[in-house]
Structures are given as structure tokens and as C-alpha cells.
């Protein structure tokens, strides 16, 4: 598969760094920096906005640090300082006014002060242009503003890339997380309805997603103007080239890293406590919050990296330190096997209409799923349909050692993992697994029926003063036991002394006086 790249107009990161520190140092001619921003401008005729803007900026002040004090010079320069600001202010507040806010509103969302946009007004519409004083004040502080908001925070990012060259394992883990961030924040803007890139009311989610989108597709998409950009077709887009970033080695490892991580959005408990309201209390997920991730989990599924990240989720359960996130993985466990149950379902039933010439598109297959199971469109969470439920969860062999591991949260989702298994178990064989898992996490909820009974010790056995262990005669393996023989047996208190023939042939359980049937028993 082809690589994807973008096309910067710096020659390496070393030139991308010169040209901030020639910005932005004190010390520095700044006609050096303004040359090298020209000399990008025509490499790159379509420079970023944020380069674009401060090399507007930079010009005039150039300009104006060499210039002479005459009043027509001050007139050009009054005229090239108001442009610039205005191409400031248009360029970096485009995304905020792009979804209906005013110049004013969202200088304010961005730290812009209001003057500063009451300059570009007076340029565009005033009979006079503002003083040279104001102006250089507003030059200077849209430089500022420039630092933090874009060289700053693409100054850790800056980094060389040769054509060809293999990714190291952090690059690898690098887009892998930035994968995961993108399919979550896309599965809950899908959920959410929201239609247009330009819709998504958090500012900074919907600058990562494009910043995700731009480093991930590259050229598969124009993000030029986000109206025009939908969810939708991010999803589909990803779901055709997603297999290009999970070749690393570790990729199951970075991928549930990137999923069950501390900055997580899948298990984040303020996003469980917004959308769950009171139910995440009684031990069950909302259905709002459950399906803000189907479609990270069908992504999963569709890449074969959900049964790995089942057992991740698992592994959270088994933590002796049992915690809120232990429970919301064994939640999900539990949705995640309901919903594999109900695709096994569908896809028996359509691999016996094959023969009818059904439709197998997408669209279709889902109306087909929710005409067989009408309650899963309110409530369920639905996978990849093409997809067959992973040949491992329906052995039992591989479920075996997790239901036989001590796990204070195995009885949220064994019942939904038995029911799994090929060939089906017996209803009374699971039954009887799911009450003793309930029975191992919740002790409490089950009072002994039955008074204990008494644990002996070596003081019971010392409690006949006069027996002398000596007196026992001693036998051997080949010699018939007095017990067995109808002689005298020789107890103590609670103990009785048991044959010592023959221990080796013993099946396991007994001892060789039950062997031989004898009603004697040693405690």
C-alpha cells in the first residue's frame, strides 16, 4: 500500500526551527526570519494559516523598523498594518465563525481581545484608518497570540521523516493512539447525530478531529472547509484505510493501551456519570452511553482486535483492588458477548436465506437485524454483520481458565460467554457455574446453612494422656492390618489409626482402610 504525505515548505525540522527562534528571539534580525517565511511562500504558495498570517504581520514590521518618519510613509504603513491584522483576524478565527458565532464571540472563545477586532472593523468600514500607535500594539500582540496558539503547539510535533524509512515503535504507538482518539471521537459524534465536522459544539474536539483527520488521511480528504466534511464519510474513509496503521508488531498491545489508558474517552467515568445518570450505580450501562462506541467497536471487530480486547478488559476484572473501572469492564464484557450472541443469530438465519438472493449490503443488513430483533435498535449494541462470531469464544477451552480464576466480577458477564459455547452446555451445568461464581464475588449474600464443624489440632491429638504412640505396632505394606483383621482398634480421643497397607494403591481420596471397606476413618 502506497504511503501518504503532506507537503511542507520547510526543507527539514532543523529549518522549521530557525525560523521560530529567528521569529521570536530578541536578539535575532527579524528580516532573516521574514526571508525565510518568503522563501517558504514560494515553495508552498499555500501556506498554512497560521504561518500565513505571521508572515503578514512580520513584513509591515519589518517595513515600519526601517522605515523614515515622514507623514506619507506613515499613511502606507497604516495601511499595511491594517491589512495585515485584518487577515490576522480573518484567518484565525475562521473555524469559530464558520459555525455561526460573531467576530466578537469568537475572539472571546480564543483569547483574542476585542480592540483588536474593533481595529478590523474600523478597516473595512471606517473613513479613517486607526492610529500607528494602535496598530503596531495590535501587531505585536497577533504575533503573541501566533506563538502560543500555533508555533508553540506545533513546535514538539516538528519532527524529519525520510520516504521509505520504517516507523519506530514509538511512531508506531503515536498513530495508533491517535487512531483510537479519532474512532472514539467519531463514534460518539455519530451517536450524537451530529452530521457536518462544523456541527461538533466542543471547539477542541473538533480541532482534533481535523488535525487527527490531516495527519491520518492526508490527501484522501479535503478539510479546507469543515461545512462540507461529515462525519460520516471520516467513518467510511477510515474503515477502508485503517489497516495501513495496525501492521506494527505490537499492535494489540498499543491499541489496548490507547483504550484502557488513564486518558481514555472508553472507560472515563466522568463521560459514564453524563451519560448514565443513575444506572451506572445499579450496575448496568446506559443505552446512550453504550452506544456512543459502536463504532470504535465494530472497528475492533472488523480488525480482529476485539477478543484481544476482551481479555484486556478481563485481566481489569481480575485486579484484587476492586474498583469502579473493574466494574465498568465487566459491563462491558457483558454488552460485548450479548451483542456477539445476537450476530451469531443473525448470521444463522441469513446463511439459510442465502439461497432467497437477499441483499448484502450494509444498510440493508442492518434493517434486516433489527426486523429479527426490533428491541436492539433501542437498546442493543450492534457489531459487524459481515463478521463471524471469533472461532475462541464459542470454545470452551479458552473460556476455561477464566472461569476457573478467582474473579470478583466474573458473575456480571459468565452467563453471557456459557451461553457462547459450542456445543451448547446444558442449561443445569451453567446454571450451576453462574451460582458459584455469584457465590464467590458476593459471600456476604449467602449465610452458611450449617454450623461449622469443629478444626482439630495437635492439642486434640495430645488429649489422652496415656496413650504412648509407642504401644501401636508397626506394619508393614505386605502385612495384613490388624484393623482389617477384627483385632482391637487403638483411638485416641477423636483419632482412630488407620492401615498402613499398601498407601501407593490407594486410589486417590481413600486410604487403604476405606479401600478395604472397614469402617474406620482417620481425621
Known amino acids: 500500500m502506497c504511503e501518504y504525505y503532506h507537503i511542507v515548505p520547510w526543507y527539514n525540522s532543523e529549518e522549521w526551527h530557525n525560523a521560530y527562534s529567528a521569529i521570536y528571539s530578541e536578539n535575532v534580525n527579524k528580516q532573516d526570519a521574514l526571508n525565510l517565511l518568503v522563501l517558504w511562500k514560494a515553495r508552498c504558495p499555500s501556506l498554512p494559516s497560521g504561518i500565513e498570517s505571521t508572515l503578514s504581520l512580520l513584513q509591515v514590521h519589518v517595513q515600519d523598523s526601517n522605515s523614515n518618519d515622514d507623514v506619507a510613509n506613515d499613511q502606507i504603513l497604516r495601511l499595511a498594518y491594517s491589512s495585515a491584522v485584518m487577515r490576522f483576524v480573518n484567518h484565525m478565527l475562521d473555524s469559530e465563525t464558520a459555525k455561526g458565532a460573531s467576530l466578537y464571540q469568537a475572539a472571546r472563545n480564543l483569547g483574542v481581545p476585542d480592540w483588536v477586532i474593533d481595529l478590523r472593523h474600523d478597516t473595512a468600514h471606517s473613513n479613517h484608518l486607526p492610529s500607528i500607535t494602535l496598530l503596531r500594539n495590535a501587531c505585536e500582540i497577533s504575533l503573541e497570540w501566533l506563538k502560543r496558539n500555533y508555533w508553540d503547539k506545533h513546535k514538539e510535533y516538528i519532527k524529519d521523516y525520510t520516504s521509505g524509512q520504517k516507523d519506530t515503535e514509538n511512531n508506531d504507538e503515536n498513530r495508533i493512539n491517535a487512531l483510537i482518539y479519532f474512532y472514539s471521537c467519531l463514534s460518539i459524534c455519530k451517536h450524537c447525530k451530529i452530521k457536518k465536522l462544523s456541527d461538533i459544539p466542543d471547539v477542541s474536539m473538533q480541532e482534533s478531529i481535523v488535525s487527527d483527520a490531516r495527519d491520518l488521511l492526508g490527501i484522501l480528504i479535503d478539510l479546507s472547509n469543515v461545512k462540507t466534511v461529515s462525519v460520516g464519510s471520516l467513518v467510511n474513509i477510515m474503515d477502508v484505510h485503517a489497516k495501513k496503521f495496525l501492521k506494527a508488531k505490537d499492535t494489540v498491545l498499543f491499541v489496548n493501551k490507547a483504550l484502557l489508558g488513564d486518558e481514555s474517552l472508553f472507560l472515563s467515568l466522568d463521560l459514564v456519570d453524563f451519560l448514565s445518570k443513575n444506572e451506572f450505580k445499579k450496575n448496568k450501562l446506559s443505552r446512550r452511553y453504550v452506544h456512543c462506541f459502536e463504532v470504535l467497536l465494530t472497528f475492533l471487530h472488523t480488525n480482529d482486535l476485539l477478543v484481544e480486547f476482551m481479555l484486556a478488559l478481563i485481566e481489569m476484572t481480575q485486579n484484587c483492588d476492586c474498583n469502579v473501572k473493574s466494574l465498568l469492564a465487566a459491563l462491558w464484557v457483558s454488552e460485548i458477548l450479548a451483542s456477539l450472541k445476537k450476530s451469531k443469530q443473525f448470521l444463522a438465519k441469513t446463511y439459510r436465506m442465502d439461497s432467497d438472493g437477499s441483499s448484502n449490503k450494509k444498510k440493508d443488513l442492518k434493517q434486516m437485524y433489527f426486523h429479527w430483533f426490533p428491541n436492539e435498535k433501542a437498546t442493543g449494541l450492534v457489531l459487524d454483520l459481515y463478521k463471524a462470531v471469533p472461532i475462541?469464544?464459542?470454545?470452551?477451552?479458552?473460556?476455561?481458565?477464566?472461569i476457573s480464576t478467582y474473579n470478583p466480577y466474573l458473575t456480571y458477564f459468565v452467563?453471557?460467554?456459557?451461553?457462547?459455547?459450542?456445543p451448547e452446555i446444558p442449561r443445569e451445568v451453567s446454571g450451576k457455574i453462574c451460582k458459584l461464581a455469584k457465590l464467590i464475588s458476593t459471600p456476604d449474600k449467602f449465610p452458611v446453612q450449617f454450623s461449622p464443624?469443629?478444626?482439630?489440632?495437635?492439642?486434640?491429638?495430645?488429649?489422652?494422656?496415656?496413650?504412648?504412640?509407642?504401644?501401636v505396632p508397626l506394619l508393614k505394606d505386605n502385612t495384613e492390618s490388624s484393623i482389617g483383621a477384627g483385632t482391637v482398634e487403638y483411638i485416641t480421643g477423636i483419632w482412630k489409626i488407620a492401615s498402613r497397607k499398601s498407601w501407593s494403591s490407594c486410589p486417590i481420596g481413600l486410604i487403604p482402610?476405606?479401600?478395604e471397606n472397614v469402617g474406620v476413618d482417620m481425621n
Open 513 to 515: 482402610c476405606q479401600q
Open 453 to 471: 464443624a469443629k478444626i482439630y489440632t495437635v492439642t486434640d491429638l495430645k488429649a489422652a494422656d496415656d496413650f504412648d504412640i509407642s504401644d
Open 415 to 422: 452467563n453471557d460467554l456459557l451461553v457462547l459455547v459450542e
Open 392 to 402: 475462541k469464544i464459542t470454545d470452551i477451552n479458552f473460556w476455561q481458565p477464566i
